[in-house]
């Protein structure tokens, strides 16, 4: 027996909650581009939308959480940089310390983070 719309599950992926947020917000894409100073585009957001793109780096999703006006934790969580509550304190520290800089290549990015471990295994020394 097929499912009707009634039944189906509610889509929880990233894009469909993004496209929830905006739609809540009455905004369009253009708008949205617009209040992200250009930082995501009105075509890159119908991607991320559409499930054409799952995991937007860390700056996209903090553009996003400050036009929404929700948590960028809760926006890092569902594009799976957060894994669990249990390490989600110290993931966010490190994302939040690392993505605070604008223009952090992966390189740097892998390097700060290995850096910050290796400060963490000299304090408990």
Do not use: C, W
């Amino acid at each position: 027996m097929s499912k009707t719309a009634d039944q189906r599950t509610p889509d929880n992926s990233l894009g469909a909650h993004l496209a929830r947020l905006r739609d809540a917000a009455g905004l369009s894409l253009r708008q949205v581009e617009e209040a992200t100073k250009n930082e995501v585009s009105n075509a890159y957001l119908s991607q991320l939308e559409n499930n054409k793109i799952t995991k937007p780096s860390p700056n996209v999703l903090h553009a996003l959480s400050q036009v929404y006006k929700v948590s960028y934790e809760d926006l890092m969580r569902r594009a799976g940089y957060i894994t669990s509550d249990a390490d989600a304190e110290g993931r966010r520290q490190a994302k939040v310390a690392t993505f605070a800089i604008k223009d952090v290549t992966p390189e740097e990015e892998k390097s700060l983070l290995a850096y910050l471990a290796f400060i963490r295994q000299q304090k408990k020394k």
